[in-house]
């Protein structure tokens, strides 16, 4: 039963991301971590870069390495820092951070906040990134607030070109603070095709759903998950 529910969670992750380019991590993170916390972050960014590279493929014209350069390079030490808060924090408290990151993330969605893709945004945002993604696998909000105003296929390409290195980069972090080994590729096996069918059917249908209202519904899902991932902390 805990696997069907996984899957499904997964389906459903990896459904909203390829509509609006980050959420699978979001929604899985706190609601897998609850049936076994080996799922995060590990297994979910395996999910994640599975997911990605399939939507830069399709997306791959375009991607704007150039724009991205800066946000891979603070990326690079949001990796590290994210890293280290694994060393320090035990599995109690990473349900509380796990917690924070996803209310954080909902909020930052819903803020009217004006960003531009500058070289100082973009830098500071793939600090952010890389340091809420190794951590806790929740990395897409700081890029997504600020490429929001970009045109829709843009947002999706270059996030997904974004998470790929991303991804890499917090599995050879994660190796090296032993918080991924063979067992998290063990179950992380029955995820990766329940990712593949979200990615699937999201392209078979998103243009018969709003994506105003996918994006609220998400949001919500996620504000919930992440109370109940804070409230666990305390009781």
């Known amino acids: 039963m805990e ?28 609601l ?3 049936i076994d916390p080996l799922y995060v972050p590990a297994p979910i960014t395996i999910c994640a870069l599975t997911l990605s590279v399939a939507n830069a493929i399709k997306l791959r014209k375009s991607i704007s390495f150039a724009g991205l350069k800066f946000a891979i390079l603070g990326r690079v030490p949001g990796t590290v820092a994210g890293g280290f808060l694994l060393l320090w924090i035990d599995q109690r408290s990473l349900a509380l951070w796990l917690g924070v ?16 893709p500058t070289a100082p945004a973009m830098f500071s945002a793939g600090f952010l990134s890389g340091f809420m993604g190794t951590s806790s696998s929740i990395g897409g909000p700081p890029m997504a607030l600020v490429l929001q105003h970009e045109d829709n296929d843009f947002i999706r390409a270059n996030l997904a070109a974004f998470f790929i290195i991303s991804c890499l980069m917090s ?11 063979w067992l998290h590729v063990q179950i992380s096996m029955p995820l990766i095709p329940a990712t593949l069918m979200g990615y699937l059917v999201a392209m078979k249908t998103l243009h018969l759903i709003s994506h105003k209202r996918l994006r609220t519904v998400s949001l919500l899902l996620c504000g919930v998950a992440g109370c109940t991932a804070v409230a666990s902390f305390w009781f």
């Open 32 to 34: 897998l971590y609850f």
């Open 101 to 116: 990151s996803v209310i954080a993330a909902v909020g930052l969605s819903l803020a009217n906040i004006m960003l531009r």
């Open 3 to 30: 696997l069907i529910i996984t899957v499904l969670v997964i389906f459903v992750g990896s459904y909203v991301q390829s509509s609006i380019g980050f959420g699978l991590a979001i929604i899985a993170a706190p």
């Open 171 to 181: 599995l050879a972090m994660l190796v090296m603070v032993d918080r991924f080994g």
